[in-house]
Structures are given as structure tokens and as C-alpha cells.
């Protein structure tokens, strides 16, 4: 999408979005869940909320395969897509929990070789530049701090973005990260492949039974290809830059956002089931 076209567009308010045919919930965690990096007793209930009115909730974010499994573990969720889809886990037949990966093991193990070796060049080019804390916890991506604990701001996000793309790498920023890979996976085609492994489902692209939710550039893929694309208000913030915007908006940011979505769905969820139709 050319940036003249994309100014043009202005996400929709909530209210406007058909929720009527929702049978779950794909979303971002930082930015989207969190509230000035802290996850909220009243977020937490909403996703409480959701899982108990039988709608599904898929965690998908940037963060590590350690962070995923332990959320996978202990959040109401069916299950956790992490490192901007390099590897998601969910719940087995028998409970156990699955971890899967969207490439094989022999080109994970080139891929990160090669990975680490690129992004320790740019990282020496770049003044205040250094690998996020949790950085350690990842086993496919790796994330550049420009916004947790750094504080490089947009030109020093957007030159590690440049100088590693030049390399062949892949990048893109979270609200808090410059999250890069090598391979051939995001956080949508990561999406589809849970869907087929965990439900036997394929997501259609006008698909109305799922929607999703984020906040910054990594979460445009999916913005594109979910017709119920939410973005929680902070996302204004780069409407103008986004590779693909939300169709709707919320008038809540961060967490807030994301409880003013559960609501809206909730509700919509009983009225449907108060007319007697299943959804």
C-alpha cells in the first residue's frame, strides 16, 4: 500500500465492526494487553471473561519461547504464538503442552548462527544499541531494546530496522522492540498454521469468526488479512507509517483498549445467544 493511500485511511470505531460471528481472539500482548508495560487486574479479567463465554484467545507477540510457554501455562488461553511466529505452543490432546516450530531443525540452528553474527555488526554501528534483556530467553528471533529499558526513540529504531534489513534480515518494531529473524514465517502465516494444527481450521481471508488485535508495525500482516482487525487507540501513534491499518479502533489505548474489544464482544456474544442462535 503506497504511504498516500494509507493516509487515507482511517480505522472505523468499534461500534461499527459485525462481532456477531466471533468464535475467538488472536492478540498482541505488548501494547495491546499491557498498560505502560504492566498487565492490569481488569485485563487479566477480561481475558478471564472471554474464555469463560467459550470464545478462544490466542496470545501473539514478539516475545520469547520462554515467555510463551510460561504464559501458555498459566493464562486462560488456548494457546501462544511467540518470536513473531517462529514457534507457537498449545494444549494437546491430553493436556500436555505442544510447542511447534514454523521451520526445521537443521535451518533454525544456520539461521541463528547467522542471525547473531548480523545483528552483532549492526549493533556496533548503532551508539546505545544493545539486545533486549530478555533477548536470552528467544531460540528463533532476536530483539533490539529501543523502548523498554533503552531509549533510542524512532530514528534509532527505524536506523536498526534499515541496517539490518541491508543484510537480509528481517525486522520490524514492536512497541517496544526492534524483533528481528531470518526465515520464511510472521506473525500471520504462524496464525494460520495454529489454526490448522489446533483446530483442523484453515482463516479465510475475510474470515468473520476471528479477530484480531495489536498496536504497532508488527501486528500490520495480520491487520491485512483479518477482516476484524482492532487496533487499541495507541496505534494511532503510527497509522502513518503502518505497512497495513486496522479496519477498526478503539477509544481506549493499551489495555484499556483491549477490555473495551472483550466488552463489545461479550455483549454481542449475548445478545446472539439471547435470539436463540448459536454461534
Not at 7 to 15: N, S
Not at 31 to 48: C, D, I, P, V
Not at 62 to 78: I, M, Y
Not at 147 to 176: M, P
Request: hydrophobic share 40%; proline share 4%.
Amino acid at each position: 500500500m503506497k504511504d498516500s493511500a494509507k493516509k487515507d485511511v482511517e480505522p472505523r470505531p468499534l461500534r461499527k465492526a459485525d462481532l456477531s460471528g466471533v468464535h475467538g481472539v488472536f492478540t498482541d500482548v505488548d501494547g495491546t494487553l499491557t498498560t505502560g508495560h504492566k498487565l492490569r487486574s481488569q485485563t487479566m479479567r477480561a481475558l478471564e471473561q472471554l474464555t469463560a463465554a467459550g470464545l478462544r484467545v490466542v496470545l501473539v507477540s514478539g516475545r520469547p519461547a520462554g515467555w510463551g510457554e510460561a504464559w501458555a501455562r498459566q493464562l486462560p488461553v488456548e494457546g501462544v504464538i511467540v518470536e513473531n511466529g517462529g514457534l507457537f505452543f498449545l494444549k494437546g490432546s491430553r493436556g500436555q503442552l505442544c510447542k511447534v516450530y514454523l521451520e526445521p531443525p537443521a535451518q533454525r540452528v544456520a539461521n541463528r548462527k547467522r542471525l547473531e553474527e548480523e545483528v552483532r555488526r549492526v549493533l556496533a554501528q548503532v551508539p546505545g544499541a544493545r539486545l533486549s534483556v530478555d533477548s536470552r530467553y528467544t531460540e528463533v528471533d532476536l530483539a533490539v531494546d529501543y523502548n523498554e529499558e533503552a531509549r533510542l526513540g524512532d530514528a534509532g529504531a527505524g536506523r536498526i530496522e534499515a541496517l539490518l534489513r541491508a543484510r537480509g534480515v528481517t525486522a520490524v518494531r514492536s512497541s517496544v522492540h526492534v524483533n528481528c529473524w531470518l526465515g520464511r514465517f510472521d506473525k500471520l502465516s504462524a496464525s494460520r498454521r495454529f489454526a490448522r494444527v489446533a483446530w483442523g481450521e484453515k482463516l479465510q481471508p475475510a474470515d468473520g469468526r476471528y479477530v484480531y488485535a495489536g498496536d504497532s508495525f508488527n501486528d500490520a500482516p495480520m491487520f491485512q488479512a483479518f477482516k476484524l482487525g482492532v487496533g487499541v487507540a495507541n496505534v494511532r501513534a503510527v497509522l502513518d507509517r503502518i505497512d497495513a491499518p486496522p479496519a477498526f479502533i478503539t477509544r481506549a489505548p493499551e489495555g484499556r483498549g483491549f477490555e473495551e474489544l472483550a466488552r463489545a464482544l461479550l455483549a454481542r456474544r449475548r445478545a446472539v445467544r439471547s435470539r436463540g442462535v448459536s454461534t
